[in-house]
């Protein structure tokens, strides 16, 4: 087998497990969303925290195209993706009943300021990609299955309130496998630190996930 080959298949397996560990559709958050037991005040407070998140995305995503010229037209069209998606996500904030000035105005709590701190420092080091790459992966499956709970228990739909779930639930299949390759492209060197750097997101986000669960 190819170094490259064994890179990947190294690489998907760890990526795997990873995956494994923080499946985020066993978290009770969402599994109460599925369920349609969350409450609307346990879901606006979800949607002021992880604004933060999504607000920061396209600034890491930029970070890690200034880091990497090779890669630079792939990595800026993705930052911009989610720039545009922003607005998306003051939709669902708007359907749930929370105001533009409380959205901007919610301050992070401990656990989403702690994910911000530990995702802004591993892009600057240069793990930007599977920064993002932790919290894009499980996004299709999840997103999918928000979107079926809300227009099942909160009268939230693809057309109502829910535009940016259904729009991940298809996005970030591709955003997924790009990230991927690029974490590839860096050379195995770099495969260690990348596993690192998704393990700590995905266990970082895990963690907001159960500080807006009341």
Known sequence: ????????????????????????????FYQGWLAGT????????????YARVVAAIPAW?????????????????????????????????????????????TPPNAATAELLRYCTSAVESGNGAAVVWALEAQS????????????????????????????????????ESQLRSFIVAQGSAKTSDAVTAAEATSSKLWDLLTSVQA
Not at 76 to 94: G, I, K, M, P, Y
């Open 61 to 105: 995503l930029e970070s890690t195209a200034s880091q990497n010229p090779g890669h630079k037209e792939n990595l800026s069209a993705h930052a911009r993706e989610e720039s545009e998606h922003v607005e998306l996500w003051r939709t669902f904030s708007d359907a749930l009943g929370l105001s533009r000035s409380e959205l901007a105005q």
């Open 1 to 28: 087998m190819g170094e490259k080959k064994l890179q990947v298949k190294t690489l998907d397996a760890q990526f795997s497990q990873v995956i494994e560990r923080w499946n985020l559709l066993r978290h009770p």
């Open 140 to 175: 299709p499956a999840v997103s999918a299955e928000k979107l079926s709970g809300l227009a099942a228990h909160y009268d939230m739909d693809a057309q109502s309130g829910a535009q940016y779930f259904a729009l991940h639930a298809e996005l970030d299949k591709d955003h």
């Open 38 to 49: 969350l409450t609307r005040d346990e879901l606006r407070d979800y949607a002021a925290q």
